[in-house]
C-alpha cells in the first residue's frame, strides 16, 4: 500500500474515532445534565427530549426515527462521504443515548443553572470534537447544510431559527425557567464548539509599520524563530514606499516580539490582532476534506 494511501486510512479511522468519542460525550451530557432538569438539547435531539418529557419515549430511539427522512434527503443531495460519516455520528450518538439514560437516576449537579453551564461544556467539547473532524452527529445538521447548499443561507442562521422554534415550544409547556436554562446551555455550548474547533490553539497576526522593517524582520527570524512576509505598503500623506511586516506568532512569541520592536524602532506602528485558526505550513495542515 502507498504511503498516501495509509495516510488516507488513518485520517479516515481517526476521523470516526474522533465522532465516536464525540457522540459518546454528547450523549452523556443529556442524561447526566440537560433531561434531570427538564432542559433541551438542539434540533432533533430537542424535539426527542420534549416527547421524552411529554410521552416517556426512549430519546434516542426516537432520534434515530426522526433522523431516516433527513438521511434520505442526505444521500440524495449530499457528497457519499460526508453522508456515511455522518450516519455513523447519528447512530452511535442515538445508541449512546439511550444506553447512558440511567444516569438521569442520578443528576450530575442539583443546581439547575450549573447542569446548564456544565451541560453546554460537556456538549460543547462532543459536537466540537466531531465538527474539528468534519463530521457530523445528523439531526439539524443535515438540515442547514442542504439549505445552505441550494438555497444559500447561512448554517449557523438557520440552526439558530430551529432552536429558536424549540425554545417557543419548551417555554409554552414547561414554562420560560427550563427555556431560559436552555438558552444559557446552548450558549455555552456554542463558545466551547468554537474553542474545540480552534484547538485552543488562537495565534496573533502581527502588523509592523516601520522605516526598520528589514531589521525587525531580521531579529524576529533570529530570535522567535517565524518566518517573516514583506507586505508593500506606501504612506498616504508621505507617499513613500513602505514594507509592511508580517507575522503570524503564538501568544508567549508575541511577548519576544514586543521588545525587539520597542528596541529596533520607537516609534513603531504595531497592530496585533486575533486568528482564531491558521492552516498551513509551519501551523496545523488542514486533514479532513470531503
Same mark, same amino acid.
Given at each position: 500500500?502507498?504511503?498516501?494511501?495509509?495516510?488516507?486510512?488513518?485520517?479516515?479511522?481517526?476521523?470516526?474515532?474522533?465522532?465516536?468519542?464525540?457522540?459518546?460525550?454528547?450523549?452523556? =451530557?443529556?442524561? %447526566?445534565?440537560?433531561?434531570?432538569?427538564?432542559?433541551? =438539547?438542539?434540533?432533533?435531539?430537542?424535539?426527542? $427530549?420534549? +416527547?421524552?418529557?411529554? !410521552?416517556?419515549?426512549?430519546?434516542?430511539?426516537?432520534? %434515530?426515527?426522526?433522523?431516516?427522512?433527513?438521511?434520505?434527503?442526505?444521500?440524495?443531495?449530499?457528497?457519499?462521504?460526508?453522508?456515511?460519516?455522518?450516519?455513523?455520528?447519528?447512530?452511535?450518538?442515538?445508541?449512546?443515548?439511550?444506553?447512558?439514560?440511567?444516569?438521569?437516576?442520578?443528576?450530575?449537579? *442539583?443546581?439547575?443553572? !450549573?447542569?446548564?453551564?456544565?451541560?453546554?461544556?460537556? =456538549?460543547?467539547?462532543?459536537?466540537?470534537?466531531?465538527?474539528?473532524?468534519?463530521?457530523?452527529?445528523?439531526?439539524?445538521?443535515?438540515? %442547514? $447544510? +442542504?439549505?445552505?447548499?441550494?438555497?444559500?443561507?447561512?448554517?449557523?442562521?438557520?440552526?439558530?431559527?430551529?432552536?429558536?422554534? !424549540?425554545?417557543?415550544?419548551?417555554?409554552?409547556?414547561?414554562?420560560?425557567?427550563?427555556?431560559?436554562?436552555?438558552?444559557?446551555? $446552548?450558549?455555552?455550548?456554542? $463558545?466551547?464548539? *468554537?474553542?474545540?474547533?480552534?484547538?485552543?490553539?488562537?495565534?496573533?497576526?502581527?502588523?509592523? @509599520? =516601520?522605516?526598520?522593517?528589514?531589521?525587525?524582520?531580521?531579529?524576529?527570524?533570529?530570535?522567535?524563530?517565524?518566518?517573516?512576509?514583506?507586505?508593500?505598503?506606501?504612506?498616504?500623506?508621505?507617499?513613500?514606499?513602505?514594507?509592511?511586516?508580517?507575522?503570524?506568532?503564538?501568544?508567549?512569541?508575541?511577548?519576544?516580539?514586543?521588545?525587539? @520592536? *520597542? %528596541?529596533?524602532?520607537?516609534?513603531? +506602528?504595531?497592530?496585533?490582532?486575533?486568528?482564531?485558526? @491558521?492552516?498551513?505550513?509551519?501551523?496545523? +495542515?488542514?486533514?479532513?476534506?470531503?
Amino acid at each position: 500500500m502507498r504511503m498516501a494511501d495509509r495516510t488516507e486510512w488513518r485520517q479516515v479511522a481517526e476521523r470516526y474515532a474522533i465522532t465516536t468519542l464525540g457522540g459518546l460525550i454528547c450523549g452523556v =451530557s443529556i442524561n %447526566a445534565f440537560y433531561v434531570p432538569h427538564y432542559m433541551l =438539547s438542539g434540533g432533533i435531539a430537542g424535539i426527542a $427530549m420534549i +416527547l421524552h418529557y411529554l !410521552l416517556a419515549w426512549p430519546i434516542g430511539l426516537q432520534m %434515530a426515527i426522526l433522523n431516516i427522512p433527513l438521511f434520505y434527503a442526505a444521500y440524495r443531495f449530499m457528497d457519499k462521504a460526508y453522508f456515511f460519516c455522518a450516519l455513523y455520528g447519528m447512530l452511535i450518538f442515538t445508541a449512546a443515548v439511550d444506553a447512558t439514560s440511567f444516569l438521569t437516576a442520578r443528576p450530575a449537579v *442539583d443546581d439547575t443553572m !450549573l447542569a446548564a453551564i456544565f451541560g453546554g461544556l460537556v =456538549s460543547g467539547i462532543g459536537s466540537g470534537l466531531v465538527f474539528r473532524v468534519n463530521g457530523s452527529l445528523g439531526g439539524t445538521d443535515i438540515v %442547514a $447544510m +442542504l439549505v445552505k447548499k441550494y438555497f444559500a443561507y447561512n448554517v449557523g442562521h438557520v440552526t439558530l431559527g430551529i432552536n429558536g422554534v !424549540l425554545m417557543a415550544v419548551a417555554a409554552f409547556l414547561f414554562g420560560f425557567k427550563p427555556a431560559m436554562f436552555t438558552l444559557i446551555a $446552548m450558549y455555552v455550548g456554542a $463558545m466551547t464548539i *468554537d474553542k474545540v474547533i480552534a484547538g485552543f490553539n488562537t495565534k496573533k497576526t502581527v502588523l509592523i @509599520v =516601520s522605516d526598520c522593517s528589514e531589521q525587525i524582520a531580521a531579529a524576529i527570524m533570529k530570535e522567535v524563530g517565524r518566518g517573516v512576509t514583506f507586505i508593500k505598503g506606501q504612506g498616504a500623506f508621505t507617499r513613500e514606499d513602505k514594507k509592511v511586516v508580517f507575522v503570524v506568532v503564538s501568544l508567549t512569541q508575541m511577548a519576544k516580539i514586543k521588545p525587539i @520592536v *520597542d %528596541a529596533t524602532d520607537p516609534h513603531a +506602528l504595531m497592530i496585533v490582532q486575533d486568528a482564531v485558526e @491558521v492552516l498551513g505550513h509551519g501551523f496545523t +495542515l488542514p486533514k479532513y476534506r470531503d
